[in-house]
């Protein structure tokens, strides 16, 4: 067996430029779904696509979440350095096709090959950082990892209401470009050189049936109300993902390498955190994606300054996200910050289930911060307490696994977000006249009203997001109570880490927490 490529980890002295590309590559992945996130609305309004707009956030988190264990893997055998060149070139080019994109189905198809690139990126980026730096350090950089991101939300909705507003939302993707251009040329000279792992036979078949899984269960959420639960079509997508689901397991335990190895799975920190993650995103993915559009149509803001009322959030994020990062780096501290961060989520969430169409800026401001404190602690802290329990040759799969479940919940959450959405504001507007270019499934049509109907459809529209938020509450209570029996490894990611030599097999290298 060859060596792993994390045993040609920088010197001390050539951290910091590797971390910098690191950096740089969170960066552009944070500015791409901040940025996006304010322009939805207009781009809705341009490619007339309301009703589907869901899906140009959507089929990023589902292309990404499909291919994530996929890279994982590749880095564990091939190296992690040469995929994360791939993989953030392959975002570019998508980010431009994103920019030229005439039509809805033009950019969703770009967004789906974004989210190829991207999620390679996202999981290689995490796994790096477990090959460069200790376990007793991870928490402290995850926590740096976090602060930019939080960064670049406070600068992305800024630049993505100015680009709308002022120039055209294709910059939103467009803007990818030069930042890009700057994390490969920084990544290739930084980063420390890759070396080939073990070598063994691709799971492809272990791949595919993950990638299936993950788009039947974004299928289900985004369609079941449009096509009907009780459909032959929704019941046809759940039985089959439920199959493949039973199918992964002795798929995977046959597979040389598998993308998900079967033996990570015996570990309950690795599970407790994968389902903590899965929660933590379908809560934050529906408020990053829908505040914007809620300040946009309820209090008729221009895009650039709903970008500025999402600030307490992201200052709250920011925070939260560089503290948990330092605080991570003791483990009995591990379960009382993601505790923490999940009560604050928690107590966001039902804070937001009361705005109403009348609701004070300055009440939707501390609203936001609460939120933002909450988002900001769970993230980097559930990724370094998986990254602490296993050996270093797992990184690339156990970072995979992580993003996998956040992947999969963040694309959950905007899904289900979005159909419940839709449905409450066509409930509460169904006996409106619809004369006049009024829809009510539809409430980018809200303008057309006359005066008091339009003030009954907004805030029809306002309750309608509150009570989504409602529902997603619940989600945040499973993860407070799995994060009451989670434990902490302690030891296992310090052994692994301080031998980057010997590296164990994969496939016998996870302890159960």
Known sequence: MSKADNSSSPKAGGVAAAMSALVLAV???????????????????????????AWVSAAYLLASTAVTPLWG???????????????TSVFLIASVACGLAQNLPELIGARVLQGVGGGGMIVLTFALVGDIVAPSERGRYQGMFGSVYGVASIVGPLLGGVFTDQLSWRWAFLVNLPVGIVALTVAARALPAATRGTRARIDYLGATVLAAIATGLVLVTSFGERWGWGSPAIVGLIAATVALA?????????????????????????????????????AMFSVLVYLPTYLQIVHG???????????????????SQSLAGRWAAHVERLRGILLAGLVANLAGLLLLGTIGAATDTLVLSVYFLITGVGVGMVPMV????????????????ASAVVTFARSI????GVAVFGSLLNTGFA???SGLPTGGGFDATRPDTIGRLPGALRDTALDAFAHATAGGYLWIAPALAVGIVLAL?????????????????????????????
């Open 301 to 319: 803001v221009s895009a650039t300054l709903s970008g500025i009322h999402m600030l307490p959030l992201v200052a709250g994020l920011v925070v």
């Open 27 to 53: 960066l552009l992945a944070a500015l791409d779904q901040t940025i996006v996130s304010t322009a939805l609305p207009r781009i809705a309004e341009d490619l007339n696509g309301f009703d589907d707009i």
């Open 382 to 397: 559930v990724l370094t307490t998986v990254q602490n329990s296993v050996p270093a040759t797992d990184l690339g799969a």
């Open 427 to 429: 409930d509460r507007t």
């Open 73 to 87: 893997k590749l880095g564990d055998m091939f190296g992690r350095k040469r995929l994360y060149l791939a993989s």
């Open 409 to 412: 919940g963040a694309a959950f």
């Open 485 to 513: 029996f989670l434990k902490p490894a302690r030891g296992t990611g310090e052994t692994a880490a301080a031998d980057h030599s010997d590296p164990a097999p994969a496939k016998d290298s996870v302890r159960a927490a």
């Open 246 to 282: 039973v199918l992964l397991v002795p798929v995977e335990r046959r597979a040389a390498a598998p993308v998900l190895p079967p033996a990570m799975f015996a570990s309950r920190t690795v599970v407790f955190s994968s389902l903590i993650a899965f929660f933590a995103n379908a």
